[in-house]
């Protein structure tokens, strides 16, 4: 017993020194860190000291302004400095469009549609709509608090879009968080880097603070900071992915590793600017990590996706309102938006914002108009959806039973009439769930946590479930407005040809001769599309 002992406790203190040793490259190999109690360490849930950002649309307006004359005065060097380096592997294969039929699509029923208050003919979402249904390449910015933290929702939602509209990976991932998760569509280890919040700015260097994405997160790296991101096979489309895009700025000159499943490798010197510089690379990325060699950079994280489809990128803080975004950058948003391009933005928030019994919300349907202006600038190219806040339920103190919170329908009022007034479209979430049994049901179907707010995985892919159908519901619909106008376009080509044929025919008697073709002015009957969908 006392050799055992003795064995034991060298073997924990052998353990506890290899975690004492930092990272360092061995033979030009690199060696992490080892951390046998990541595992075990409790979740770091705190947000005391973070900040209430406000709206500043002078501050934007000159940030992107700024951004804009610094671009133009670097274009105009005699060698401009590159925004963009590649590495082409092998070429990423070409991916037809997947060719949809409004009879793809079944007759749905009790679909929570979108409300699109958009006062255009053709409004920003029925231009998503319409690219979706045409099988153009779209990606979705999903953006919310710990609701849909850990990828709840999104992974559901963007496996549900892409076995319908194509599309493959994971999508956008942070370089490094200051909390340990846990994220089933991707695996992410990183060592090296200080890693900011745009929730506790006070913590992050200037240089760090003002160079915020949506994101939320940033990593600071110097010699030696490492991520691998790894591809799952949680779902069927995260894995086979054939480009990958890792963004981050360094505004010194420095020098990474780009490698791809620990066999290829390829450096690049990122020459010192301002603006946020994008690695493209082609080839399989399942594997992928970036190692930085010299000098200093931050690093957003990257993207691991194929051609073609939809993406969709999970933008998760905890504790967030929406305020954060006010903390962002608007210049590398809008650069960020450049390179990767997004063609809808959903805005999910509010759930921390709720009181119990409160029936006004006008200072946040204020700062919900104030966000969706501010995407509205980052973005321009984006629909913007506002979802209604989820169904909660609280503890009574007294009876020890959970009631309902009692301003769920008063604060999703809000958020529709911010929506409203700023002619963006709406989605109400919590009416997903009452049709669904309310939390009440989401809570003992294993659908949510006990604590009667968090929804999980099993309970997300329901409510991911209703959005893809009220996408599908739309989608149909344009696809039927097309078959229907080509099937139009069809029958007056037809009476056309006809029309020429009956005009051109060679008289054969004087009887002929005498007659002349008369113009075809029958009506064009235009049936249903159910009566057509029948036949």
Known sequence: MKRTAIFVTAVVAGVVALGLIPSFTLFGMPVESVDIFSELRPEDNSVEETVEYIADFNQLEQEIAHAEAHIADTAALAEPIPVRYEWIVSSAPEVRAPRLRSGDFEQMANVVDFEDFDTLSTTRLDRFIDKLASGKPVRIAFMGDSFVEGDIITCDLRDMLQSRYGGRGVGFVTADIPFATVRKSVKRSSSGWKTYSVMKPKEAPEAVRENFFIAGYLADGRNGATTRWQATNAYPSLDSCSTARILLMSRDTSRVEVVLADTLRREFMIAGDERVREIYVEGCVDDLRLRLLEGNALCYGASMEGEGGVIVDNFSMRSNNGHAIFG??????????????????????????????????????????????????????????????????????????????????????????????????????????????????????????????????????????????????????????????????????????????????????????????MPLVAPIVVESVDSQEEM
């Open 328 to 517: 962002t950058s608007a210049s590398v948003n809008r650069q960020i938006d450049e390179m990767l391009g997004y063609d809808l933005v959903v805005l999910q928030y509010g759930l921390n914002i709720m009181q119990q019994g409160q029936r006004g919300y006008s200072r946040y349907r204020d700062q919900v108009c104030n966000m969706i202006a501010y995407a509205e600038r980052c973005f321009p190219n984006a629909a913007i959806v506002v979802v209604g806040v989820s169904d909660r339920w609280i503890k009574n103190t007294e009876t020890a039973k959970y009631e309902p919170i009692g301003s769920v329908d008063a604060l999703t009022s809000y958020q529709r009439a911010a929506a409203d007034s700023c002619n963006v479209a709406f989605w109400n979430t919590s009416r997903v769930m009452y049709n669904l049994g309310g939390m009440p049901a989401f809570v003992s179907n294993g659908w949510a946590a006990k604590d009667y707010t968090h929804i999980n995985y099993a309970g997300g892919k329901r409510i991911a479930k209703a959005f893809v159908e009220s996408i599908n519901l739309r989608v149909r619909a344009n696809l039927r407005e097309r078959e229907r106008a080509d099937s139009l376009s069809r029958e007056l080509e037809a009476r056309k040809v006809e029309q020429i044929r009956i005009s051109s025919r060679p008289f054969e008697s004087e009887a002929d001769s005498n007659h002349v073709a």
